[in-house]
Nanobody, 122 residues
Framework: QVQLVESGGALVQPGGSTRLSCAAS????????MAWFRQAPGKEREFVAG???????RYSDSVKGRFTISRDNAKNTMYLQMNSLKPEDTSVYYC????????????????WGQGTQVTVSS
């Protein structure tokens, strides 16, 4: 059974930083892609960043240069380092998984975590 568990959500001041983690179980041995999505109230879930098992990475334009995605395959854990945070980054952040390649469509992902809240406010 696949399980994704996010942690690290926080209340952060504008310009601040925080790091999210996603611990995966049940995906061991598969060539799977992991990604971060986010969803603000009243908005659609949007792609933030994705990373393949081999380390290929894609970012959305809105976070490029501020966020860094990484993964530790030995620990089955993915991270999102978020720097220079803005109020518009306030969202619930979700971890997602799928096989083969990175896509930016939430509907393409088979596995989801429960989400973790990031609030950027002074």
């Amino acid at each position: 059974q696949v399980q994704l568990v996010e942690s690290g959500g926080a209340l952060v001041q504008p310009g601040g930083s925080t790091r999210l983690s996603c611990a995966a179980s049940g995906l061991t041995g598969l060539a799977y892609v992991m990604a971060w999505f986010r969803q603000a109230p009243g908005k659609e879930r949007e792609f933030v960043a994705g990373i393949t098992y081999g380390g290929s990475i894609r970012y959305s334009d809105s976070v490029k240069g501020r966020f860094t995605i990484s993964r530790d395959n030995a620990k089955n854990t993915m991270y999102l380092q978020m720097n220079s945070l803005k109020p518009e980054d306030t969202s619930v952040y979700y971890c997602a998984g799928r096989t083969l390649r990175i896509t930016e469509e939430a509907g393409d992902y088979n596995y989801w975590g429960q989400g973790t809240q990031v609030t950027v406010s002074s």
